[in-house]
């Protein structure tokens, strides 16, 4: 049963935007905090952006400026405005959501910006 549902990546040029969506469909527990990973080849899985219940955010220093995470608590979805984009920010990004139990991912959609 899939829980998370991610949405909106694809290939863009440099310095153009992309916003990505995840959808939550899980219900019965309350959600702690979202937010968004990425992994480029050969990397490790980075921190980009989180967003907590209470509307924190927080960001990864090669994203600040130029990515906006926000949600919308009755959609269950987070999303990420990603402008200004790079090369370097070529990665599959995969969403997350933090419950009292548990924690979900997404399937990861990619994101390739061309130079």
């Known amino acids: 049963q899939v829980q998370l549902v991610e949405s909106g990546g694809g290939l863009v040029q440099f310095g153009g935007s992309l916003r990505l969506s995840c959808a939550a469909s899980?219900?019965?527990?309350?959600?702690?905090?979202m937010g968004w990973y990425r992994q480029a080849p050969g990397n490790q899985r980075e921190m980009v952006a989180s967003?907590?219940?209470?509307?924190?955010?927080k960001y990864a220093d090669f994203v600040k400026g130029r990515f906006t995470i926000s949600r919308d608590g009755a959609k269950n979805t987070v999303y990420l405005q990603m402008n200004s984009l790079k090369p370097e920010d070529t990665a599959v990004y995969y969403c997350?959501?933090?419950?009292?139990?548990?924690?979900?991912w997404g399937q990861g959609t990619q994101v390739t910006v061309s130079s």
């Open positions: 997350y959501v933090n419950y009292i139990v548990r924690t979900d």
């Open positions: 899980e219900s019965r527990f309350s959600i702690y905090g």
């Open positions: 967003i907590q219940s209470d509307g924190t955010t």
